[in-house]
């Protein structure tokens, strides 16, 4: 069950493969995300030290936090992963126009995880290009729409 999606990324980037991965986070943050306090538009993932991280992920702390917690709403996640995949992982990103980008954090049992993918940037003209698809589409189907539910009448 899918808990927040990026859809920005999907949008600025041709998405190449994805990745299921884990997420580690605290307890208040479990809380947060189950109340729906989550955004993951502005998130990006770093290769550090042969480990991954997750910048941007913004998880808002409900009022109702531990008073002895300092909840940082834009915490550094640490990300699990293979490290076969990851050795991976970095050969492909340090190939140019390569970067890896967080898609949507999904629940898989009691777990929260993250599914990331190898992306590459796409071009102003292929975003024109995806716009004009998409309104193309929003078009048509309204056109079917109003043709269908319109009755044809013979005077």
Not at 25 to 35: C, H, S, T
Not at 63 to 80: F, G, I, N
Not at 109 to 134: N, P, Q
Request: aromatic fraction near 6%.
């Amino acid at each position: 069950m899918s808990i927040v999606e990026n859809r920005k990324a999907r949008f600025n980037y041709h998405i190449e493969e994805r990745f299921e991965v884990g997420v580690v986070l605290q307890g208040w943050e479990i809380k947060a995300i189950r109340a729906g306090q989550v955004q993951l538009t502005d998130g990006y993932v770093v290769l550090k030290d042969g480990e991954l991280f997750m910048i941007g992920c913004r998880i808002n702390a409900l009022r109702s936090a531990s008073t002895h917690v300092r909840p940082e709403a834009d915490r550094t996640k640490k990300l699990l992963m293979k490290k076969d995949q990851i050795r991976r992982l970095i050969g492909k990103v340090e190939q140019k126009g390569f970067t890896l980008v967080p898609l949507d954090l999904h629940y898989k049992g009691s777990y929260v995880k993250a599914e990331i993918a190898l992306a590459k940037g796409k071009a102003e003209h292929d975003k024109r290009d995806t716009e004009k698809k998409r309104d193309w589409e929003r078009e048509k189907g309204q056109l079917m729409r109003t043709k269908v539910s319109s009755p044809r009448r013979d005077d």
